[in-house]
């Protein structure tokens, strides 16, 4: 029962999330400018826990992720969302993130976040418990409506019974609008 309610909340979390960032990229004023390299996108692709923690249910392991970004208005900033899973849980990691544009279609980014963990104690591809994140990425637009995307992310406390960091590198192919 505990398990089921976990994941109801960390669904209606997910859920909250996307339907407010699509209200907001609605009511966005077309008046506001727009940097060239902000993009708003949901992707889908591979990531990896590349660290070990030492303890059960936190060796390395790969697995897939959604992920999604909506720029703030002519601001540095955007809020992301990433879906992160393996075969034995999923994780949720909302951030805010800051960035810089590097030529007209690529952007250099850091965010911070919260990773919440499906069922604590289940391995993810970031740690096997929730934890504050970090997180350094690019995303540039190879063709129109086309964004590929890369990110390395730390939680730092994300692993029980080790002060080892769990540390996912990802990447994938959004679709922008």
């Known amino acids: 029962m505990k398990r089921f309610i976990k994941s109801c909340l960390t669904i209606s979390a997910f859920s909250s999330l996307l339907i407010s960032s699509i209200v907001l990229s609605a009511g966005e004023a077309s008046a506001q400018p727009r940097r060239s390299c902000d993009y ?3 992707g889908g692709g591979l990531g990896a826990q590349v660290t070990n923690g030492g303890q059960d249910n936190d060796a390395a392991n790969i697995g897939g992720n959604i ?46 976040g919260y990773s919440f963990v499906e069922e604590d ?29 890369s990110n390395a992310t730390v939680a730092l406390d994300g692993y029980e019974n080790t002060k080892a960091l769990p540390v996912n590198v990802g990447g994938g192919v959004g679709f922008n609008w």
């Open 40 to 42: 708003t996108y949901v």
């Open 67 to 112: 992920q999604g970004s909506l720029p703030v208005g002519g601001t540095p900033i955007d809020v992301k969302t990433k879906v992160l899973w393996n075969n034995d849980a999923t994780t949720i990691n909302p951030e805010v993130a800051a960035g810089t544009c590097l030529g007209s279609r690529t952007k250099v980014y850091g965010a911070v």
């Open 121 to 149: 104690g289940q391995s993810t591809p970031l740690g096997n418990k929730d934890s504050v994140t970090a997180s350094v990425g690019v995303e540039s637009q190879v063709k129109k409506g086309i964004v590929v995307y």
